[in-house]
Structure formats: structure tokens, C-alpha cells
T-cell receptor, first 112, second 112 residues
Framework: DAGVIQSPRHEVTEMGQEVTLRCKPI?????LFWYRQTMMRGLELLIY????????DSGMPEDRFSAKMPNASFSTLKIQPSEPRDSAVYFC??????????FGPGTRLTVT | GESVGLHLPTLSVQEGDNSIINCAYS??????FIWYKQESGKGPQFIID?????DKRQGQRVTVLLNKTVKHLSLQIAATQPGDSAVYFC???????????FGQGTRLTINP
């Protein structure tokens, strides 16, 4: 298995632009998680899905952030409009039955 | 709010020695704990987990100890190797909801 796949690996954008991060979970996994990692706040859970349904989005910082999972093999995290404080590394992770989460390589987002 | 924390932000050990990384947690309802390893530029990698009904679990060169009385978790790495250099995170599963709360991380460096 190729593991969790994320794209792009790096994204540089200007403040106010829309940013879309993509994730392909490991085949057969029924949970998908989006995390954000910064030096100041560490690794934070933003939202997670079970069987493509959002279960808990309490970690989503504000309405500028949205996430979707249209099918079992694809998820997106969108930021619109982006702000400099959104700069971070965003990780997607997947798991079977919710435990032993496997993380992707991350997307490093820089908003100027 | 309740959180997972680490006693030391950095740990330096001699190659071949044993490493012990500590973690304190405050949520008495947590029943599942995980250790992750994160190398530079990569996503966190699962190392070992333990459930609250256990006090010790061993893997390959790693042992996790759980002391629920004092809410303390530790990761022991035997015969530390250069490849063990990374940041190590403990995480707790809040009330079995698949919501992992990560500690700040401990950077482990290996001296030759």
C-alpha cells in the first residue's frame, strides 16, 4: 500500500486566496483525520470523518475552513480566504476502527 | 482545559544507551494512549500503543509503561541508535472518541 497520500506537498499563496488541500487515505480505512501542526500550538485535530461522514469538527478554527469527504478514497480541506496565520503543516491521517492512525507526509502551507 | 504534556522538551543520549521519554496526562477518562515518532519533514509515525487496562507493553526495542495512579506514561527505547533521532509525541484518546490529544513533543538527539 502506498500509505496516505497528500497533495500538494508545498503550497505558497497570497492572503485572501483560496487554498485546497487533498488527501487519499489508505484503502479500507474507515476513519479520516485532518490535523494542523505549528510550532506554537503543536499538533491539533481539526476534523475527522467516519465512513465519509463528518463526526467532529470542533477543532476547525473558523468558518474560513471547510472539509469534505465525497467518497472513501478522497478528502479535501479548504481555506477561503486564507490568512498568514493559517501558515502551518497540514496532515491527513487515516485508520481502521479509529485506532493506530497512519499519517500522510503533510502539506506545508505558507500564506504571504 | 485538560491536556497531555511532556516533562522535558529535549533529551540527549549516547548511542547504545537506553532512552526514556516521559509524558504526563490529566484526563482520567482517557483509556488509550499512543506514542508517535516524527522525523524531520515527515508525518508522525505510530510506534506503540497501550490501553488503560494494561501497565506495560513491549514492542521491538520499545516499551511503554502506564501508571494510572499518577497519570504518567513513558516510552523506553533500548540501545538507542542514530535512526532514533526524532521528535516523540505521546497522545491520549479522549473518552474513546478517536480524538487524539497530542503532547508538545520531546526531541531526542543521539550523541555518537
Amino acid at each position: 500500500d502506498a500509505g496516505v497520500i497528500q497533495s500538494p506537498r508545498h503550497e505558497v499563496t497570497e492572503m485572501g486566496q483560496e487554498v485546497t488541500l487533498r488527501c487519499k487515505p489508505i484503502s479500507g480505512h474507515d476513519y479520516l483525520f485532518w490535523y494542523r501542526q505549528t510550532m506554537m500550538r503543536g499538533l491539533e485535530l481539526l476534523i475527522y470523518f467516519n465512513n465519509n461522514v463528518p463526526i467532529d469538527d470542533s477543532g476547525m478554527p473558523e468558518d474560513r475552513f471547510s472539509a469534505k469527504m465525497p467518497n472513501a478514497s478522497f478528502s479535501t480541506l479548504k481555506i477561503q480566504p486564507s490568512e498568514p496565520r493559517d501558515s502551518a503543516v497540514y496532515f491527513c491521517a487515516s485508520s481502521f476502527a479509529g485506532y493506530e492512525q497512519y499519517f500522510g507526509p503533510g502539506t506545508r502551507l505558507t500564506v504571504t | 482545559g485538560e491536556s497531555v504534556g511532556l516533562h522535558l522538551p529535549t533529551l540527549s543520549v549516547q548511542e547504545g544507551d537506553n532512552s526514556i521519554i516521559n509524558c504526563a496526562y490529566s484526563n482520567s477518562a482517557s483509556d488509550y494512549f499512543i506514542w508517535y515518532k516524527q522525523e524531520s519533514g515527515k508525518g508522525p509515525q505510530f510506534i506503540i500503543d497501550i490501553r488503560s487496562n494494561m501497565d506495560k507493553r513491549q514492542g521491538q526495542r520499545v516499551t511503554v509503561l502506564l501508571n494510572k495512579t499518577v497519570k504518567h506514561l513513558s516510552l523506553q527505547i533500548a540501545a538507542t541508535q542514530p535512526g532514533d533521532s526524532a521528535v516523540y509525541f505521546c497522545a491520549e484518546d479522549i473518552q474513546g472518541a478517536q480524538k487524539l490529544v497530542f503532547g508538545q513533543g520531546t526531541r531526542l538527539t543521539i550523541n555518537p
